[in-house]
Structure formats: structure tokens, C-alpha cells
């Protein structure tokens, strides 16, 4: 049986409001989530209760704005979802954007339709798309959601 990849056309941005990252304070595994029409962005840990709140105002590229950014991006913590991949990096902001990662690589038949030339998938690098990196990548995704 042929395992089946129906591309839904999902933006990266559709996984940015919640990231998981490293605590700043226990270095376990904290959660970054992001509330646009607040201007708020929040940063917790279960394991050790640190907890920080920030403005979404911020510079970029000079500019001062509420820009909608990754949620861990407000707070500067490196992602929790990340391993080296030749010389590259896997990474995810959470579990839903690792499954859907998962399913892409794992599949046998990639369907796509009605691309927009803005969807993850498209923006992805090459070595996620190709067959020859599929066992390894996997291996991959594995020891990501392990760490879950």
C-alpha cells in the first residue's frame, strides 16, 4: 500500500504562534506562544516556572513595529525542535509542524495542488524533497519527537 501525502498548503506561519525552545533558566523544554491581536507574547516552563511576557513591539531591520513573528523569536531562546542534518539543521517549532513534516517525508506519493509559491513545503530546502534522504530524515524526526 502506497502511503499518501496530500499537501494542504500550510505557511510556516500557521506553526509560529506556538514554539517549543529551550528554557532559559532549566534549559527543559518551554513553551513560547504569541497573541497578535494583544501584542502580547508569553514564555513558560512547567519544569521549573519560569515565566516571561513581552510586547510583540520590536526592530526589525530598523523599523519598529508589532511585527507576527515566531513566538520564541520575542524571546531570543533557541528552538527546542532542532538536530543537525548533514551540513544543515531539522528543525520544527512544535509538534504539529513535525507531524506534518513527518508525513511529507515519509511519503511515498506527494500530492500537490493549488501551490501559491509561499507554502512550507515549497520554501523548504532540497535535501528535505529528496528520496535518498528519506530513511535518515526520519531517523531524524524520531529522535525530535522523543524529545517530546
Known amino acids: 500500500m502506497q502511503n499518501r501525502f496530500q499537501d494542504q498548503n500550510k505557511r510556516l506561519s500557521e506553526f509560529q504562534k506556538e514554539v517549543w525552545v529551550h528554557c532559559p533558566q532549566c534549559n527543559k523544554k518551554a513553551i513560547a506562544k504569541v497573541d497578535y491581536e494583544q501584542k502580547d507574547a508569553r514564555l513558560f516552563c512547567d519544569h521549573c516556572g519560569y515565566h516571561k511576557q513581552k510586547s510583540t513591539e520590536t526592530k526589525v531591520m530598523g523599523i519598529k513595529g508589532n511585527w507576527e513573528l515566531a513566538a520564541g523569536s520575542y524571546f531570543g531562546a533557541p528552538l527546542w525542535l532542532e ?13 504539529d509542524h513535525l507531524e506534518y513534516l513527518e508525513n511529507y517525508i ?12 509561499y507554502t512550507l513545503l515549497e520554501k523548504l530546502p532540497k535535501f528535505y524533497h529528496e528520496a ?8 531524524v524526526i524520531a529522535k525530535l519527537k522523543n524529545k517530546v
Open 106 to 117: 515519509s511519503a511515498n506519493l506527494r500530492e500537490h495542488k493549488d501551490r501559491t509559491h
Open 132 to 139: 535518498k534522504n528519506r530513511n535518515a530524515l526520519l531517523k
Open 83 to 95: 538536530y543537525p542534518f548533514k551540513n544543515d539543521v531539522v528543525w520544527a517549532y512544535n509538534g
